[in-house]
Nanobody, 114 residues
Framework: QVQLVESGGGLVQPGGSLRLSCQASGTNFSIYAMGWSRQAPGKQRELVARITSSGATTIYVDDNEGRFTISRDNAKNTVYLQMNSLKSEDTAVYYC???????WGRGTQITVSS
């Protein structure tokens, strides 16, 4: 079964940090670009960051660059999202995605609040 399982979400204060992990299984994910997307309450899902199959190139959307870092460990079939300087606007459900497979994880909730 091909699937993505996110972990690492939770409640954090503004200015804090979290590290999300996405464990992929069921196929060789090292050949696919992967990414993180998020959906805030009442808003459309939006891309947060993307990383190429080799990890050589990363793309960040809006002001996520400089605060967020996407990385991957192909030996572990895992993608990470390190998030620093979190803001209340970052509150959302975060999803691990593989566009080429139209594959999404179930998501992990992040709440940034004092």
């Amino acid at each position: 079964q091909v699937q993505l399982v996110e972990s690492g979400g939770g409640l954090v204060q503004p200015g804090g940090s979290l590290r999300l992990s996405c464990q992929a299984s069921g196929t060789n994910f090292s050949i696919y670009a992967m990414g993180w997307s998020r959906q805030a309450p009442g808003k459309q899902r939006e891309l947060v960051a993307r990383i190429t199959s080799s990890g050589a190139t990363t793309i960040y959307v809006d002001d996520n660059e400089g605060r967020f870092t996407i990385s991957r460990d192909n030996a572990k079939n895992t993608v990470y999202l390190q998030m620093n300087s979190l803001k209340s606007e970052d509150t959302a459900v975060y999803y691990c995605i593989v566009d080429e497979l139209s594959l999404w994880g179930r998501g992990t909730q992040i709440t940034v609040s004092s």
